[in-house]
């Protein structure tokens, strides 16, 4: 079973600086994926990073960063550098690659809203 | 290269009708996902196919949801019959086989159809 927890309520921060939201995980298998999507208010699903479970390293893609702690399962999302267009629902998602089992879960989702 | 496309973008229908939406994945990715999103139970995985075979159907809710996908580039997911507690988006998403560099094994998600029943 694979489980995705996010459970801060709605974020605010301030154009300009940083913030970090939560994602804790759960599962028993040792090969898996962690993914971050944003979905603004459109609708659309955007693809923002990706952190492997072998991956020694933090993994980056611009402004955002994966804080990933694998004894304690988290991997929080770091956005530098806040914008105003960063305002948007923002899910935590796992996928595992064991065997035939290849589903990605979403974790409840963040709001974040960047403030002028 | 053209996205995931689904059809309709939005569907308007009464209780007790049929339902059906459609989903062309990106060519020659070897997964397809169907999510539901409401506000009460967020983004919620239906079912996904992997080579045109259903591999996990424990999502759809019950025997009116059915899908299929008769050959690589086109699934449907119908609703027979709709009730108005199927009124949601439904996200239908593809991605490339298992991980390798430079696939991350992302799904890439078609725009949704927004399905509202009377």
Redesign the interface.
Known sequence: AQKITQTQPGMFVQEKEAVTLDCTYDTSDQSYGLFWYKQPSSGEMIFLIYQGSYDEQNATEGRYSLNFQKARKSANLVISASQLGDSAMYFCAMRLYTGANSKLTFGKGITLSVRP | DAGVIQSPRHEVTEMGQEVTLRCKPISGHD?L?W?RQTMMR??E?LI?F?NNVP??DSGMPEDRFSAKMPNASFSTLKIQPSEPRDSA?Y?C?S?PS??GLPN??????G??SRLTVL
Not at chain 2, 104 to 109: A, D, K, P, R, S
């Open positions: 997964y996902f999510y967020g983004l995985l996904y992997n591999i996990d988006v996200f998403a991605s298992q991980p991350t094994g992302e799904l890439f998600f725009e949704g």
